[in-house]
């Protein structure tokens, strides 16, 4: 299994409420009603967008990305709107190691719904059943609750916080570590088939 296989050519994901597809130049005017909101960049490494030509820019790096089968994240949609409202996925792959890391950013309007645990179960699932994962891991930023949330719904096990590891939008910040093993996740799918 290696990074061309899947990101050649990356499958879309539909979940219950939600399509996860390959991000496309027609999502520019969703895209950029959210990258420009400064909450929603508030804790990501990249400054809100300040005019359309940004995410144009944004779009383009990830299309480049599929182009080249590089690791990418996949464009949430909301079915029932067909908007573009976020973003989730890998963000590195380590494919000697069999380990992964997850990130995600979702529209303001539609926090709190769920939304972005339904989106990482599906990937989370996606990973350990066709990327050949063993570990897959997140970060969140200390004072980000709903992010260290996401993680916790997902399965994820809270493994310490490291100080100061990187230095986002000129501050050196802690971040908090999270993850969950292949065997943990058939733990929680076996439990979940058996109804407990
Ligand atoms: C973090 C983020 C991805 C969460 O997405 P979401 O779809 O709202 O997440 P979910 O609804 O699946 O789960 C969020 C959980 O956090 C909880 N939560 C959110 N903010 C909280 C807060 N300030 N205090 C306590 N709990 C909070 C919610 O209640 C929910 O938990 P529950 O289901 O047990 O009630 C979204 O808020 C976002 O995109 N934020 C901006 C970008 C970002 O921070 N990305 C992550 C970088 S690490």
Redesign the pocket.
């Known amino acids: 299994m290696n990074i061309q296989d899947i990101y050649s050519d990356l499958p879309p994901l539909k979940t219950e409420r939600l399509l996860l597809r390959k991000i496309t130049t027609e999502d520019l005017d969703d895209f950029y009603a959210w990258a420009s909101d400064p909450?929603?960049?508030?804790?990501?490494t990249w400054y809100s967008h300040t005019n359309p030509e940004e995410t144009q820019e944004f779009i383009n790096r990830i299309l480049g990305r599929y182009k080249y089968a590089k690791i990418a994240p996949w464009a949430i949609v909301d079915r029932q709107e067909n908007r573009m409202i976020?973003l989730n996925g890998f963000c590195t792959w380590d494919t000697r190691h069999h380990r992964a890391e997850l990130?995600?950013?979702?529209?303001?309007p539609?926090?709190?719904?769920?939304?972005?645990?339904?989106t990482?179960q599906a990937i989370i699932n996606f990973g350990f059943q066709r990327m050949n994962l063993n570990r897959i891991a997140?970060?969140?930023?200390v004072p980000?609750?709903?992010?260290?949330?996401?993680m916790e719904?997902c399965g994820m096990t809270y493994e310490g916080t490291l100080r100061e590891v990187a230095l986002i939008k000129n501050e050196y910040v802690d971040l908090k570590h999270y993850a969950i093993l292949k065997k943990e996740w058939q733990t929680i799918n076996s439990e979940q088939a058996n109804g407990k």
């Open positions: 909450d929603v960049t508030q804790y990501v976020g990130a995600y950013v979702l529209s303001k539609y926090w709190g719904k769920g939304y972005i645990t339904e990482s997140a970060r969140c930023r980000n609750i709903g992010s260290a949330r996401v719904k």
